[in-house]
């Protein structure tokens, strides 16, 4: 930014878009309901009432179709990670976005997209199977428009969200074998 002290730098545009989030969110956040929560509440939460291990992963534990959650609290802040809660829409980073196939005999397949070229989608399904596609044997394909993530604003109470949140944030490192 000229004029300023901050330095020139060569971002990619995504980490780009990453600090100006994050400094947005930083300028904008209020207190989180997270920081009541306890962890080892949230964690009992996100096993058992929450699902999320139907598909998120956790150090090795959990399903693969949504984002590996291991390091999440070294990546997102805990007002971030309410916003992802309670509305999943708001904003689904590239990663993690869901892809829609549609054959040319009209089978649809929804999955996390792995890889996208050229003349190939590569993308995890449902069942958490990997497959590939050929672009010329499709009739359709697309990024899917909403997260396939629920919203939890009516499923836990606020107690049940910080503590999630809590747990989420405590997130920071792998876990040795």
Known sequence: IPGTPLPASNFSEDQAARVVAYLRSAAAAKRS????????????????????????????????????????GQLRRSADLERSLLEPDAEVLGGNRFYRVVTKDGVTTT????????????????????????????????????SPMPSYKDTLSAPELADVISYLVSLKTKATP
């Open 111 to 146: 999955g996390r997209l792995l890889n996208l070229d050229t003349f190939t989608v590569q993308m995890l399904d449902s069942k958490e199977q990997l497959r590939s596609f050929v672009k010329s044997d499709l009739r359709e394909h697309a990024f899917v428009e909403k």
């Open 33 to 72: 309901n997270s920081a009541a929560g306890d962890a080892i509440r949230g964690r009992v939460v996100f096993e058992g009432k929450g699902s999320c291990a139907t598909c998120h992963r956790v150090s090795g534990n959990g399903a693969r179709l949504g984002p590996d959650l291991t390091l999440i």
